[in-house]
């Protein structure tokens, strides 16, 4: 049976109440959300983003559908936080954040381009803590729970490496770097799998859903693809 979607002002207005409560929690995600609530034009801008972010999931008709699109909108938001998280666990700074915000933001001035991803990061995890909201406890989609945080993890790895090769400088780092550099296609490979998987899996798994697993290849050996073979 083909159950109707929920409409846009509904989403909004789970979204907004969730923002509201990230006051009170505690988790990372929630400390950067509140930081929306702190002044109204920054609370306006995140709502007029967060608006445009929800419309193609309530342009749905139908509820499977409507998982289908707020599964590919949080791809996009863990994608988006993914640069100002690397900076702030690996607390990168002086000549190195600059050398890395000049690949993503280009010749630009430094103290704009910081600003920006901050601002970016802020509400962006505004939005991820809503979509969460929404997928977990309006749509109850079984892919916001173990699937959809092993694919931030392995996208936060894979673009952990990418950045950690682009800033390596002293012998040690390049050495290390050489074997990040054979890594990225499998990591790569291992997202791209996982998105796929994620997209398809249905709403309510008759079964478990497994951990993808990969193996380091040996020599020249063939990569092992076992990924998402995935239930039981």
């Known amino acids: 049976m083909l159950l ?19 006051a009170y929690l ?4 929630d400390t950067a959300a509140a930081r929306v609530l702190e002044s109204r034009e920054t609370y306006r801008r995140w709502e007029a983003e967060h608006d445009r972010l929800l419309r193609p999931v309530s342009e749905q008709r139908y509820l499977d ?9 949080v791809f996009g938001l863990v994608h988006r936080r993914a640069l100002f998280e690397y900076l ?16 993503f933001y280009g010749p630009r ?19 991820y803590v809503c979509t969460h909201h929404l997928g977990e406890n309006l749509l109850h989609d079984a892919a916001f729970e173990e699937p959809l945080q092993l694919y931030e993890q ?27 550099d054979a890594l990225k296609p499998l990591l790569k490979y ?22 993808v697993e990969i193996r ?4 020249d050996t063939q990569r092992l693809r076992t990924l998402f073979a995935g239930q039981h």
């Not at 380091?216 to 020599?219: D, F, L, R």
């Open 4 to 22: 109707h979607a929920y409409n846009h002002a509904r989403l909004m207005e789970e979204s907004e109440s969730r923002v509201e409560m990230a």
């Open 26 to 29: 505690n988790t990372p995600a």
């Open 65 to 73: 559908q409507q998982v289908t699109a707020l599964r590919n909108t």
């Open 88 to 103: 702030r666990l690996r607390q990168v700074t002086g000549t190195k954040r600059r050398r890395l915000l000049a690949i």
């Open 109 to 127: 001035d430094y103290t704009n381009a910081v600003l920006n991803e901050h601002g970016n990061y802020i509400r962006c995890s505004s939005s």
């Open 154 to 180: 392995w996208y936060s790895e894979y673009f952990g490496a990418y950045c950690d090769s682009e800033l390596a400088e002293s012998d040690e780092e390049k050495r290390s770097c050489t074997s990040l």
């Open 190 to 211: 291992r997202i791209g799998e996982a998105r796929q998987a994620i997209l398809a899996m249905p709403q309510t798994p008759e079964k478990d859903w497994r951990e």
């Open 216 to 219: 380091k290849p040996n020599g």
